[in-house]
Structures are given as C-alpha cells and as structure tokens.
Antibody, heavy 119, light 108 residues
Framework: QLQLQESGPGLVKPSETLSLTCTVSGDSISGSRYYWGWIRQPPGKGLEWIGSLYYTGITYYTPSLKSRVTISVDTSKNQFSLKLSSVTAADTAVYFC???????????WGQGTQVTVSS | FMLTQPHSVSESPGKTVTISCTGSSGSIATNYVQWYQQRPGSAPTTVIYQNSLRPSGVPDRFSGSIDSSSNSASLTISGLKTDDEADYYCQSHDSSKWVFGGGTKLTV
C-alpha cells in the first residue's frame, strides 16, 4: 500500500526558503502510475493546492504561488520535494503531500507537517 | 473554475445527509470528482474517488454521484454516526490544475 511521509523544518524565518520532502514507500515514484502533489492548509482554513508533478516530468503550480514554488523529484531516494521561496507569515500552514493514481484518481495523503514562518 | 460547497450541514445520528459540490463553469462531468474526509487534527483521507467509487475500508454508507443538469457532485452519507463528524472536501481538475472546494463541516 502506498504511504507518504512529509519531513522538513517546522520553523522558517521570513524571506527564507521553505523546503519539504515527501518520502514515498510501498511503490516506486518512477513510472507512469502516479501524479504527485503538495497541498497546504492555513490555520482554520481549507485545503489549498500548491502544485503537482506529473509522470511526464511536467510540473503545474497554482498561479498565486507560481513565481515562488518549485517541485522536484529524486527517484534514487523515492522522494519528491517542495521549495517555496521568500516566505511570509501567510505561508504558515500544515503542508500535505499527496499521491494520486493516474487511471482512477485514488489519492493517498501524507500525515502532514506544520510549518510556521516566524522570526 | 471553482467548486462551491455549503459551509456547514447538520443532521442527527441514523439519518441521511447529502453534501453538494457545484462547479462554476464548464461541465463537472468532464473530470473525476473526489471527496476527502478530514477529522480535526488529522490528514484528509479519501472516501470517494472517480465520482462514485469507495476505497477499501470505507463503508457503503458513503456514496458519491454526479448530476450534469445542475453541474454538481454530491456526497451522501446514510445511517449517520457521530464518528462521521468531520470536514468534507470535494476536489476535481481544471485543465492541469487541481481544484478543491471550500469544505463542508458536518455536525452529527
């Protein structure tokens, strides 16, 4: 069964870069079986899609964050990563990674990781 | 493209509740709709995918459907249990963008 686990610093200073990693187990991150995505949830608010990595290698980002976001994959470690630059307090949220089966859109979520932006 | 959900719904144990998810434009039937359950302090989990399919382990009290005439998707939960109390989010796609509804708080 596919499992995902987020990791990274829980505290980031304003103007710095937030870096998170999602480690995938139970299946290979390579190949054409899955889409991979990052979603965040600010305190007391709903889910916000950040961006996705398709098996073609193409990435898609939400327009409001596109200038600051990079999603990449490390197949040797079975991981994919999120980098969000120039963070502010508005980027404080729980960050989730998500793996979605391409043929039927069945999704498996990571447990989430809290990231606070503060000096 | 946006997905609109009611902010909250409330129903008694044992009853049936339906949560709607309305697409702002185009046809909601163009792309699959998923439904996620999120209990307080926990990650979301999938309760419905591909419009109406249930992952293993999700009881058949949960069902999903699409209504093209109203451009909406629905999540129906029958035989409500207090354990069903959670936030529910619909999700679909607009081109290659993933779109989430604003979420519905279900009180049982």
């Amino acid at each position: 069964q596919l499992q995902l686990q987020e990791s990274g610093p829980g505290l980031v200073k304003p103007s710095e870069t937030l870096s998170l990693t999602c480690t995938v187990s139970g299946d290979s991150i390579s190949g054409s079986r899955y889409y991979w995505g990052w979603i965040r949830q600010p305190p007391g608010k709903g889910l916000e899609w950040i961006g996705s990595l398709y098996y073609t290698g193409i990435t898609y980002y939400t327009p409001s964050l596109k200038s600051r976001v990079t999603i990449s994959v490390d197949t040797s470690k079975n991981q994919f990563s999120l980098k969000l630059s120039s963070v502010t307090a508005a980027d404080t949220a729980v960050y989730f990674c998500l793996g979605v089966v391409v043929i039927n859109m069945l999704g498996q979520w990571g447990q989430g990781t809290q990231v606070t932006v503060s000096s | 493209f946006m997905l609109t959900q009611p902010h909250s719904v409330s129903e008694s144990p044992g009853k049936t509740v339906t949560i709607s998810c309305t697409g702002s434009s185009g046809s909601i039937a163009t792309n699959y709709v998923q439904w996620y359950q999120q209990r307080p302090g926990s990650a979301p989990t999938t309760v419905i995918y591909q419009n109406s399919l249930r992952p293993s382990g999700v009881p058949d009290r949960f069902s999903g459907s699409i209504d093209s005439s109203s451009n909406s998707a629905s999540l129906t939960i029958s035989g409500l249990k207090t354990d069903d109390e959670a936030d529910y989010y619909c999700q679909s796609h607009d081109s290659s963008k993933w779109v989430f509804g604003g979420g519905t708080k279900l009180t049982v």
